[in-house]
């Protein structure tokens, strides 16, 4: 009886660490994240949820023992830590800095329309938010291949919008590096006045701009006059200012990962800025992830941005190792040490025969 008391209660051990072990790594942990996160309150600005390559994992090319496993857990990770900054900014807008897709570019019809089903109910929000979607080399092609112009056609007509929106004073523009497409500047307004108006103009890029200027670049900056500009591409945090009096890169800074301070950019200095975007999936080979968040106040010529910094998942898998290694020793060592008590008991009762 004591013997199976005591049993019981090795079990319960063993089930209550295994309970303690998803509860952090599936919950707690990024609710502890979350507590890091700056924030600001904002009446009059515009506040702006950033995503960027969160390249869902395709069909084609992983093929691999576990596959399925990985790419539910891929996209549990993305669900879980999107919901929380959704959660956390309240935006406005949320804009979708391209490769969205892993294998898009190289998906059939059939295969593109799943993708997309995915990538809607992994980042489900509400309809009052505007949402905007650029293409990415890996939804597109443009990087290792040409891009194709029936995928290109396909992603414009599955996320089918102008390349020119308007939330309150802020103008965004999409802009397409990999095709060399922009939008044309509005037609009611001196591209030269920009600055004394009451409005910001905002350049999303998939690819970035101020890094590799070229013809195309110059005629972005020329005609759409952005004050600030948004990329991705690059799996990683970094700011960029062009100082427009010399044509000349004036800053350029890598954001600290897991610091989460607001930075501030002033937009009547004669400065454009560009900020890069971390990757927010950790299957991109860094371990920094993060959704950018930026708050644009037109009124005070300025745009306040911070990351919000993501836990790294492979940490938690390797927690999972570990505590499996550590139950599997111990349930050894219980049977182990079971089997050679019940073979001493049966040995005693031998010998007092």
């Not at 427009?244 to 004669?270: C, F, H, K, N």
């Not at 800025?273 to 010529?301: F, N, W």
């Not at 492979?314 to 019940?342: D, E, M, N, T």
Request: charged share 20%; glycine share 4%; net charge negative.
């Amino acid at each position: 009886m004591l013997r199976r008391n005591r049993f019981k209660n090795r079990v319960i051990v063993i089930g209550f660490l295994m309970l303690l072990t998803v509860i952090y790594n599936e919950f707690l942990v990024y609710d502890v994240q979350k507590f890091k996160w700056s924030s600001r309150e904002c009446s009059e600005c515009v506040k702006v949820l950033l995503v960027a390559d969160p390249q869902i994992l395709g069909e084609q090319t992983e093929k691999y023992f576990g596959s399925y496993v990985a790419k539910w857990d891929s996209d549990r990770y993305l669900k879980k830590t999107f919901s929380r900054a959704l959660g956390h900014s309240q935006p406005h807008v949320v804009a979708f800095l391209g490769d969205l897709m892993d294998e898009g570019h190289i998906a059939n019809a059939e295969m593109f329309q799943a993708y997309k089903r995915r990538l809607d109910s992994i980042f489900e929000m509400p309809d009052h938010i505007m949402k905007i979607y650029l293409p990415g080399d890996n939804d597109i092609g443009g990087e290792e291949d040409i891009v194709s112009f029936n995928t290109h056609n396909r992603f414009n007509f599955a996320y089918s919008q102008p390349d020119t929106l308007v939330y309150k004073t802020v103008t965004f523009f999409k802009v397409n590096r990999l095709t060399h497409t922009m939008p044309e500047a509005p037609k009611d307004a001196f591209l030269n006045d920009y600055a004394e108006r009451n409005t910001t103009n905002v350049v999303f890029s998939h690819m970035p701009l101020l890094f590799m200027p070229g013809t195309f670049v110059q005629n972005v900056l020329k005609e759409l006059s952005p004050q600030i500009i948004f990329t991705g591409h690059e799996h990683k945090a970094m700011h960029i200012s062009l100082d427009t009096a010399t044509d000349q890169l004036s800053e350029i800074w890598i954001l600290p990962p897991y610091e989460t301070p607001l930075y501030q950019l002033r937009m009547d200095v004669g400065d454009i800025h560009e900020v890069q975007m971390p990757t927010c999936s950790y299957r991109m080979g860094t371990p920094h992830t993060g959704y950018g968040l930026a708050y644009i106040d037109t009124q005070e010529k300025t745009v306040e941005f911070t990351i919000l910094w993501l836990p790294g998942r492979f940490p938690q898998l390797w927690i999972y190792v570990f505590v499996g290694i550590f139950i599997l020793a111990f349930s050894v060592l219980l049977c182990i040490s079971s089997y050679c008590l019940k073979s001493h008991a049966v040995y005693s009762r031998m010998s007092s025969i």
